[in-house]
């Protein structure tokens, strides 16, 4: 299984990190929309590593697909073809109170957006004149001198984020790729995404052959009772973060914990995090994340994802892993098919 690990948001700290990433043998870095621009940091990581990039993910909604395929194209270029854009929706509060967007219908909006970037490479490629006419979107100009014409390394994959049911299904119909959030159980992955998945595919009569599906799993990872210990704290903390937005019920409700999530999003709004991470059990962190050794982890992530996905990327959150540990976790996952 291929392995991809975040590098440090922030650019002036992102070559020294994306070189220790490479060093541990990973297949690629990604990047998160957060404190920092998404795609600079892939451009630093660039100059200085040849594995891949990925976006994971960058916002769409609030961005023109124009603005998006260019990035793409010019960090394809700058990468010599080692780059994915993977796209995310986020959700109505941050589309709109965050960003200053405006927030509508964000299933069919990514579609779209998927649709008119393939339709700026495709005019680029020399394919097809533009002519994109959506419900969101409309690109009908391209003159000559703003076209920069085939790309050298062929345009980037477009992937897509996505957790319920219709994002899914979405993704899996017009994306070259789906990034499985990473708050998720083995049985919502099996009854609720992987079914998903499929009716998308036959929607658009599409196999799985047309959709790379990348896992992403946040990763408990320690070989001392120390070390797990802070690596549960963190993966714990994230959940309950997670657990606070109403986007994520599904998940709890899966596994029977439907009433905590209207109980953590009470306290989000007062910044009670400490009562939040409370409520969290290694239970649930064992059930949405994945806790062990290196090797445990590594046969927990191809227990659950193997039959689709051939990659994961790993989180790792409000803990700093033992580099060791990664190091082992990468070679462990590397040796599954």
């Known amino acids: 299984m291929r392995v ?3 590098v440090d948001g922030a650019p002036e700290r992102a070559a020294d990190h994306a070189r220790e990433l490479a060093a541990l043998g990973v297949d690629g870095i990604f990047t998160f929309e957060g404190p920092h621009d998404v795609f600079l940091p892939l451009m630093v990581a660039a100059g200085v590593t040849d594995v891949d990039l990925m976006t994971n993910v960058a916002i769409a909604g ?5 603005h998006l395929a260019h990035t793409a194209y010019d960090l394809q270029c700058y990468s010599r073809g080692r780059f994915r854009l993977g796209l ?21 909006k990514m579609a779209e957006t998927v649709q008119a970037i393939k339709a700026v490479f495709a005019c ?3 394919h097809a004149p533009l ?7 409309t690109h009908t100009l391209m003159p000559p001198n703003f076209n920069p014409g085939p790309n050298p390394y062929g345009p980037p994959p477009v992937l897509m984020g996505a957790l319920g049911p219709i994002m899914t299904r979405t993704a899996a119909q017009v994306a070259d790729g789906l990034l499985v959030m990473p708050f998720h159980s083995a049985q919502h992955f099996q009854q609720r995404t992987a079914v998903a998945i499929d009716e998308g595919l036959h929607r658009a009569g ?6 790379e599906i990348i896992a992403q799993a946040m990763v408990a990872v320690g070989r001392t009772d120390e070390e797990l210990a802070a690596a549960i704290n963190g993966v714990a903390t994230l959940i309950a973060f997670y657990g606070s937005t109403p986007a994520y019920v599904p998940v709890l409700e899966t596994e029977g914990w439907g009433e ?3 109980r953590l999003n009470v306290m989000s709004k007062v910044g009670d995090y400490p009562a939040m991470r409370a409520l969290i059990t290694d239970d649930m962190v064992r059930t949405i994340g994945v806790v062990g050794t290196p090797e445990e982890c590594a046969a927990e992530i191809g227990r659950r994802f193997g039959a689709y996905a051939s990659e994961v990327c790993c989180y790792f959150p409000a803990y700093k892993p033992n580099p060791e540990n990664l190091a082992d976790l990468v070679t462990a996952l590397h040796r599954i098919p």
């Not at 609030?62 to 124009?66: A, I, K």
């Not at 599409?206 to 959709?211: C, E, G, I, K, V």
Request: charged letters at 30%; proline letters at 8%.
């Open 131 to 137: 002519d994109f006419r959506g419900r969101h979107f």
């Open 4 to 6: 991809q690990l975040q």
């Open 206 to 211: 599409r196999t799985r052959d047309d959709l």
């Open 88 to 108: 995310g929706s986020q959700i109505k509060v941050h589309i709109e109170k965050r960003y200053g967007a405006q927030w509508a219908r964000p299933a069919e």
């Open 124 to 126: 680029w490629e020399g």
């Open 260 to 262: 905590l999530q209207p």
């Open 62 to 66: 609030p961005r023109s697909p124009l």
